[in-house]
C-alpha cells in the first residue's frame, strides 16, 4: 500500500460502525464464557455449559440429569450501568429490559434456577443499602442494594410478567 492510500483509509471515517462494536460485545462474552469454562473444568464437578440457548450462559450442575441453572447476560457498555438503564424497556415492550429478559428464564424454570447473573466489562453505578457507592465492587448481589433500587427492580419485573 502506497502512503496515499493509507493516508485516505485512516484519515476517512468508516461507513458504519456497526461491526467493530458488535465483534467487540462478542469478543467480551466469548472471553467471559472461555474463563467460566474453565473454572468450572478446574473444579472437576459434573456441568454442562451453554451458550446463547435462553441467554448469553446457562451453567447446569450436571451434563446428563441436571436439577440447577444459573443463568448470565453479558453485557459491554460505554458507562456505567445504573438500575434505570438495566430496567428500562425497549420499543415500549416491558419485556425488552435486561433485568427482564434475565428475568424471564426464572419465571420459566422456577424450582431449577439457583442464580440470575448480570455481567459487564462496566461497573454498576447505584447506592447500597449501607448508603456506599456499588462503583468499585467487583461483586454486587441484589440483596445489598438500596430499598429504592430494589423497589424499582421489583416494579420493572411486575412489569414484565404482565408481558410474559
Keep these: 500500500m502506497s ?3 493509507i493516508n485516505i483509509l485512516v484519515n476517512t471515517n468508516p461507513r ?4 467493530p462494536r458488535t465483534s467487540n460485545r462478542f469478543e467480551y462474552q466469548k472471553s467471559w464464557s472461555l474463563c467460566k469454562l474453565l473454572n468450572l473444568h478446574l473444579k472437576e464437578q459434573d456441568y454442562l455449559l451453554v451458550l446463547d440457548y435462553h441467554d448469553d450462559v446457562l451453567v447446569l450442575n450436571s451434563e446428563y440429569q441436571p436439577d440447577s441453572i444459573c443463568f448470565y447476560q453479558i453485557k459491554t457498555g460505554r458507562r456505567n450501568w445504573t438500575v434505570n438503564s438495566l430496567t428500562k424497556s425497549k420499543d415500549n415492550n416491558k419485556f ?3 433485568l427482564g429478559k434475565l428475568f424471564s428464564n426464572y419465571r420459566m424454570c422456577k424450582e431449577f434456577t439457583r442464580s440470575l447473573v448480570f455481567v459487564s466489562d462496566k461497573e454498576l ?3 447500597l443499602a449501607n448508603g456506599q457507592k456499588a462503583e468499585g465492587a467487583e461483586l454486587v448481589n441484589f440483596s445489598q442494594l438500596s ?3 430494589k423497589e424499582k427492580i421489583h416494579k420493572s419485573v411486575e412489569e414484565d410478567k404482565q408481558q410474559f
Aim: hydrophobic share 30%; net charge negative.
Design 3 to 5: 502512503n496515499a492510500l
Design 16 to 19: 458504519e460502525t456497526s461491526g
Design 96 to 98: 425488552n429490559s435486561i
Design 125 to 127: 453505578s447505584a447506592t
Design 147 to 149: 430499598v429504592q433500587d
